[in-house]
């Protein structure tokens, strides 16, 4: 059976501790940052939009979010790191001859 992501399935890199960014890198998808704040997601260049419940940068085709934006966005993170570790959980407990499709 599948690792069910749940929030977590909304982002493609999710972090609890820092991101950075490869000199030359191309992501596609949404990347976020809990509990640590946007100070830890470094080398992309970041610019928070006008809510600033988000953040953009030419090296993400997508939105970047931290714990520290504006409401809904920690909620939201909130959320997304509790099913990360729940996924991971349930993953790791699985016997190998279960794979996880």
Do not use: H
């Not at 493609?12 to 830890?40: E, H, N, Q, R, W």
């Not at 928070?48 to 409401?71: E, L």
Request: proline fraction near 5%.
């Amino acid at each position: 059976t599948r690792v069910e992501l749940g929030g977590a399935g909304d982002f493609v890199i999710l972090s609890k501790t820092a991101i950075t960014a490869a000199a030359s890198c191309d992501i596609t998808g949404d990347v976020g940052l809990s509990p640590k704040t946007a100070a830890a997601i470094t080398g992309f260049a970041l610019s928070a939009d006008g809510s600033n419940q988000f953040s953009t940068s030419v090296k993400v085709s997508g939105r970047v979010y931290a714990a520290n934006y504006a409401v809904p966005t920690p909620a939201k993170l909130t959320t997304a790191v509790s099913a990360m570790e729940a996924a991971y959980t349930d993953a790791a407990g699985r016997p190998l001859s279960d794979p996880a499709n």
